[in-house]
């Protein structure tokens, strides 16, 4: 099989796009397959390979006040010229918008399947960084490409059915896949918690990026519990900001390779504050570390956290929700223990060879049912 990618985030950025991406194209290699990436070009160095696939980069500008977010600025035709050329049997659009719009366009003008991801609720953002008059605009341009697309899969059933209120149809569900040997209760290291906590502290946890629509700044509504550690993992453009509302916090910027794993299982509890989360790889790793998770009841944390089994949910908002549920794990070391054992065993099954799987599986349903698009019309073009 041969795969094109058409992704709208790529190394040197890592984020959930990135990983998922990566994770496919190191299965293909691994199963004979062929693949090629279309990717903009960011500040950073883009790597012109990965997997020993090439990697095509194009032009492209950051969203302003969003800069993580790069719009395409490239010609069609090169999308044309490229995906002609390499001659795809499939084409994967990884959270469609600017790259994967014009790329999920040329696909059906060359009569060439397409899988569509949805994996980032970017039309919200735009009302969380001030922009809420580009909200309706933005999901306009989601409805484009992913109604061209031959299938489409969301990361969850908030997701799914989310996509499928705005119009875009033949929708199903693609999971994430988890690193359940890397992230292991096993790596729980008690000298670094001595480090964070030498009181004996119980050390409540986040990890994912610092940006507006993350909501960290909602832990401040448990950061005067007794007896707790506020740690934080990631880094982002709020970070300054967040240093000043959580002076008692341990920020530890990014991590990665075996520091990452080592420093998430030696949390006590997890904490996911954002609101946005089509799906919420940070919980699945934290909950394959051995840890119960605390997050809002809206997008992927639904599908990840059963209340009572492996964590909580609160109501979006409700801070006072979020500060009982933390009360609750923090005080009653037993019922801690269980629910960390239950988040552990519902997710290391979820391998990523496993759920790549199930995606070449797609590819080949999409392949089989061909490019069953209308003919394009001016509001498509």
């Known amino acids: 099989m041969r795969v ?34 279309l990717a903009p070009a960011a500040a950073g160095r883009v790597p012109k390979q990965y997997a020993g696939f090439p990697v095509v980069t194009l032009s492209s500008v950051g969203l302003p006040g969003y800069s993580d977010v790069r719009v395409n600025t490239a010609p069609r035709f090169m999308i044309d010229r490229t995906l002609a050329d390499f001659r795809p049997d499939v084409v994967h659009l990884a959270a469609p918008f600017a790259i994967g719009y014009k790329a999920a366009l040329s696909a059906a003008r060359l009569n060439i399947p397409s ?4 994996q980032t609720e970017i039309a919200t953002y735009a009302t969380q960084y001030g922009f809420p008059a580009l909200e309706p605009v933005f999901w306009y341009r989601l409805r484009q490409a992913h ?53 004996g502290e119980k050390i409540v946890g986040y990890m994912g990026r610092l940006a507006a629509e993350k909501r960290v700044q909602d832990l401040s509504a ?76 809206r997008g992927g944390p639904i599908d990840l956290v059963k209340p009572s089994h492996n964590g909580w949910l609160y109501e979006p908002g409700r801070l006072d929700q979020l500060r009982g549920h933390v009360l609750d794990l923090v005080g009653d070391d037993f019922k801690r223990q269980a629910f960390g054992r239950t988040a552990r065993a519902n997710v290391e099954y979820r391998t990523w060879p496993f759920i790549c799987g199930q995606l070449v599986e797609h590819y080949e349903e999409a392949i089989k049912m061909g490019v069953r698009i209308p003919r394009l019309t001016n509001s498509t073009r």
């Open 4 to 37: 094109a990618f058409a992704a709208e985030s790529f190394l040197p950025q890592v984020n959930g796009v990135t990983n998922s991406v990566l994770r496919m194209l190191e299965h293909l290699q691994a199963q004979g397959h062929e693949a090629l990436v």
């Open 222 to 297: 448990i950061a005067d519990i007794p007896g707790i550690k506020l740690v934080i993992i990631g880094d982002g453009p709020s970070r300054a900001e967040l240093e000043q509302q959580l002076p008692g916090a341990i920020f530890l910027g990014m991590k990665g390779g075996e520091e990452l794993p080592r420093c998430l299982a030696s949390f006590d509890l997890f904490v996911h504050t954002g609101e946005l989360e089509t799906f919420g790889q940070s919980i699945q790793e934290a909950e394959a570390s051995g840890l119960p998770v605390i997050a809002p009841r």
């Open 147 to 199: 109604q061209l697309a031959t299938l489409n899969f969301a990361p969850s059933t908030y997701a799914r059915d989310q996509l499928m209120e705005q119009g875009i149809p033949r929708v199903g569900i693609w999971a994430r896949g988890v690193d359940s040997v890397r992230f292991h209760p096993d790596k729980r290291d008690e000298e670094l918690r001595r480090e964070w906590a030498p009181n």
């Open 115 to 118: 899988v569509g991801i949805y």
